[in-house]
């Protein structure tokens, strides 16, 4: 019995290590990619051995953040799904709900190429493409979206612009809340620059 009640907080204190290196990692591999494993441990206040014991290598610890990027992103999907809105307000909408955890996860494309491969990071953006997609099918029906370029073309150059925003945002050169991608993200997708602002700021003000 003694034994079995000692285990339960050495496994609550291993929960909390791993999710204390985690948290850590995000927020310095955004300031520093080349960040070393030592450097996290001591920033996250673990000894070594303690972060080996969670994740043995540089590629384990990105492999578990790219994991926790893809669950969040999966979930903030699934929450927006189903709404039959207008195309362009559910466009903003869904650029909005998506850009905190862009701005959460976005040392993980500074890291992709290098660290994650090309495949990985399409694997955890595929749920969002879909979205995205079924949307803009929508708004071209409609024709609230141009259709010269199919929405499946479309949505993945939508990402692609995204993307290249965060990666200004991570190198400091644009500051956003995710207002003004999420206005540029209507205008590529053919709404005007006067109405996309005003859905952008009708979503942003429904919270």
């Known amino acids: 019995m003694s034994q079995s009640v000692g285990r339960v907080p050495q496994r609550r204190n291993a929960r909390s290590n791993r999710a204390r290196i985690l948290a850590t990692a995000r927020q310095e591999f955004g300031r520093n990619?080349?960040?070393?494993?030592?450097?996290l441990a001591r920033a996250a206040g673990v000894v070594r051995r303690t972060l080996f014991g969670h994740f043995p290598g540089r590629a384990a610890l990105l492999d578990a953040l790219a994991e926790e990027a893809a669950e969040a992103l999966q979930a903030a999907v699934a929450a927006d799904?189903?709404?039959?809105?207008?195309?362009e307000l559910a466009l903003a909408r869904f650029s909005l709900s998506?850009?905190?955890?862009g701005d959460r996860y976005r040392m993980l494309l500074a890291l992709a190429r290098r660290d994650l491969g090309a495949?990985?990071?399409?694997?955890?953006?595929?749920?969002a493409r879909i979205r995205v997609t079924v949307v803009?099918?929508?708004g071209q029906r409609d024709g609230v979206f141009h259709s010269h370029l199919?929405?499946?073309?479309?949505?993945?150059?939508?990402?692609?612009m995204t993307v290249a925003l965060l990666e200004e945002v991570n190198s400091g050169a644009l500051e956003d809340d995710g207002t003004r991608v999420a206005v540029t993200t209507l205008i590529a997708a053919?709404?005007?620059?006067?109405?996309?602002?005003a859905v952008v700021d009708e979503v942003a003000a429904d919270g």
Do not use: F, N, Y
């Open 33 to 39: 990619p080349d960040v070393t494993l030592e450097e």
């Open 81 to 87: 799904a189903g709404t039959d809105e207008p195309a």
């Open 98 to 101: 998506l850009w905190p955890l």
């Open 119 to 127: 495949e990985r990071v399409a694997g955890i953006l595929a749920p």
């Open 136 to 138: 803009l099918e929508r």
């Open 150 to 160: 199919p929405a499946a073309v479309l949505s993945a150059g939508l990402e692609a």
């Open 190 to 197: 053919g709404v005007p620059e006067g109405r996309a602002r």
